[in-house]
């Protein structure tokens, strides 16, 4: 079974998905957005110094995930010296965002009636995605072992500099 975890550059028209082999992680998720940065966006984007990051309420990239905060603070912001603001969708209202409909939705059409019976084939119509609007989609087999249940103390929750707008702050 493969697990999915999708970067949609709404400037680019481009995605990238990772297929996970293991379990779907806050530290799986916050390395594909990594990968993505390494490989795509700091070249797409050289002189960017901050990014905005659309997500969904729950799951590997949850607002309420210890992980997944550290995670990007460590691996995303410190790591390649980027303001991060992340966008979590409230519950029910997944389905607004644009990776659901501009890149998971054409990837589902594309696959429609075949049997993903292996990772190479969900590769293969993943990467074989195409759009009118010219969107272009790349995808990548990540074999690393994800474990589930991945604890953060306060301690180094107190060390992750958030700061919450006013407006919506949770």
Same mark, same amino acid.
């Given at each position: 079974k493969g697990i999915p975890y999708g970067v949609y550059d709404?400037?680019?028209?481009?995605?990238? $998905? !990772? #297929?996970?082999?293991? !379990?779907?992680?806050?530290? !799986? /998720? $916050?390395e594909s957005i990594g990968k993505w940065w390494r490989k795509e966006g700091q070249r797409r984007y050289p002189h960017c110094n901050s990014i905005l990051i659309l997500a969904d309420g729950?799951?590997?990239?949850?607002?309420?995930s210890r992980s997944w905060k550290l995670g990007i603070q460590e691996k995303i912001s410190d790591r390649h010296g980027l @303001?991060?603001?992340v966008a979590h969708y409230p519950p029910g209202a997944s389905k607004w965002n644009p990776i659901e409909h501009r890149l998971f939705a054409e990837i589902s059409k594309n696959w429609a009636g075949i049997p993903l019976v292996?990772? @190479?084939?969900?590769l293969k119509y993943i990467r074989s995605t195409k759009?009118?609007?010219?969107?272009? #989609? *790349? /995808?990548?087999? $990540?074999? *690393?072992k994800y474990k589930k249940g991945n *604890? $953060?103390?306060d301690e180094q929750m107190s060390q992750i500099q958030i700061y919450k707008p006013d407006t919506l702050p949770d």
């Open positions: 709404t400037q680019a028209n481009q995605g990238t $998905v !990772f #297929i996970g082999t293991t !379990f779907d992680t806050a530290a !799986f /998720a $916050v729950g799951g590997s990239n949850g607002s309420r @303001e991060v603001t292996n990772y @190479e084939t969900m759009t009118t609007t010219g969107l272009k #989609i *790349k /995808a990548h087999l $990540v074999r *690393k *604890k $953060v103390p």
